[in-house]
C-alpha cells in the first residue's frame, strides 16, 4: 500500500508539462495584470471615507519584478526536477514506465511493481536533495519526515521539524 503523500509527489513528477503550462500562465497572467492596473492618480471610496490612491512606480514595479523572479526560479526548479526524473525515466524498462504512468495518471486501480514505486520514490528524494544542495539548503534526514502509528511521536517529530 502506498503512501497518499508519495502517491501526490509521484503524480506531480509525472505531470511537469501541465505544471509548466500553469506557471507560465500564471507569469503571463501577473504580467497583464499589473499592466491593466490604473496607473494614475485617483479617487477611492473607502470605509472610511474618500481617499487619494495614486500608483508608486518605484514600489509597484519592484514588487512586479520580485514576483517574476519568483515566478521564474519555480520555473528553473521544475525544469531541473523534469531533466532528472525524465533522464530516469528513460533508464526503466518500457512496461514499468508504461505501468507506472498508467497507474499515477490514467488508472488509480492498476498495479505497479512496488519495486519501481520504491525506485521512483528515491530517485525523487534524490532530485530533491539536489535542489536543496543546489540552493545551500541542507536536506532533512529521513528520521524526521517519516510518521508512524504513534500519535505522540508524530508530534514530537514535527515539534522537532518546526523547530529546525
Known sequence: MIDPFDEIVIKNYLSFPTIFRSLLQYRK????????RNMSTHIEFTRLGIGVSGFRPDREVEKLLLKMDLIDHRIERYRFR????????????????ETLITRFLSDATATCPQIVIDNV??????????????????????EYTVLNEDVDDNVDRMCDFFVL
Not at 123 to 132: H, K, M, V
Not at 134 to 139: A, L, N
Open 121 to 142: 520514490l528515491g530517485e525523487i528524494s534524490e532530485i530533491e536533495s539536489a535542489l536543496c544542495f543546489r540552493q545551500g539548503i541542507e536536506p532533512l534526514e529521513d
Open 82 to 97: 523534469e531533466k532528472h526524473f525524465s533522464s530516469f525515466l528513460a533508464a526503466l524498462d518500457t512496461t514499468e514506465r
Open 29 to 36: 497572467r501577473v504580467h497583464q495584470e499589473f499592466y491593466l
